[in-house]
């Protein structure tokens, strides 16, 4: 059984940092693309940046709201997927989620986690 | 970026009614489109990708088609589980565009 669980949010001073992590099972984790995806309370979603998986080389893409500020990585040895954010601000209050993707033609998103909720707020 | 214009913004439905929701992008997409189900404190679940392809395990009433720039999800026959708010997504170019949601209520 595919498994995504996030953890990590909570309560951030702005300009603080914080880092969410996914811990993934029942999958080979190298062999996926992941995706980190967020929603501000009653707004719609917005999808932040992905990693490809290791036959393309683990890079990286961003969404510009957060690039520089956001870092995707993985750890593949213990198939966990982070999310490093730095200088927060308000507006990144959201719940973030972490998602599994899989590939016809373009990356699509097959799987989902639960989410972990982050608010920053002094 | 591309803008994905979602239509209706919500809607209300009757148990066993057909249901057409519309995402209109700025820019030919490719078929590159996906649909997506939430629930209120849930996670969104997939249920179409390219456009028309039925992610395994969703119900046959929901169906996708679309291309260009114009795309649809129909529910064929609602039913009372289908309540939610629905979202595409474009995913031809960066950055990854979501519409601005559906929600779906019962009448």
């Known amino acids: 059984e595919v498994k995504l669980v996030e953890s990590g949010g909570g309560l951030v001073q702005p300009g603080g940092s914080l880092r969410l992590s996914c811990a993934t099972s029942?999958?080979?984790?190298?062999?996926?693309?992941m995706s980190w995806v967020r929603q501000p309370p009653g707004k719609a979603l917005e999808w932040l940046g992905f990693?490809?998986?290791?036959?393309?080389?683990?890079?990286?893409e961003y969404s510009a709201s957060v690039k520089g500020r956001f870092t995707i990585s993985r750890d593949n040895s213990q198939s966990i997927l982070y999310l490093q954010m730095n200088t927060l601000r308000a507006e990144d209050s959201a719940t973030y989620y972490c998602?599994?993707?899989?590939?016809?033609?373009?990356?699509?998103?097959?799987?989902w986690g639960q989410g972990t909720l982050v608010t920053v707020s002094a | 970026d591309i803008k994905m214009t979602q239509s209706p913004s919500s809607m209300y439905a009757s148990l066993g009614e057909r249901v057409t929701i519309t995402c209109k992008a700025s820019?030919?997409?490719?078929?590159?489109l996906s649909w997506f189900q939430q629930k209120p404190g849930k996670s969104p679940k997939t249920l179409i990708y390219?456009?028309?392809r039925l992610v395994d395990g969703v119900p046959s009433r929901f169906s996708g088609s679309g291309s260009g720039q114009d795309y649809s999800l129909t529910i064929s026959s609602l039913e009372y589980e289908d309540m939610g708010i629905y979202y595409c997504?474009?995913?031809?170019?960066?950055?990854?565009?979501f519409g601005a949601g559906t929600k779906l209520e019962l009448k």
């Open positions: 997504l474009q995913y031809d170019e960066f950055p990854l565009t």
């Open positions: 029942g999958f080979t984790f190298t062999d996926y693309y």
């Open positions: 998602a599994r993707l899989h590939y016809y033609g373009r990356p699509w998103f097959a799987y």
């Open positions: 390219r456009a028309n």
């Open positions: 990693i490809r998986n290791k036959a393309n080389g683990y890079t990286t």
């Open positions: 820019q030919d997409i490719n078929s590159y």
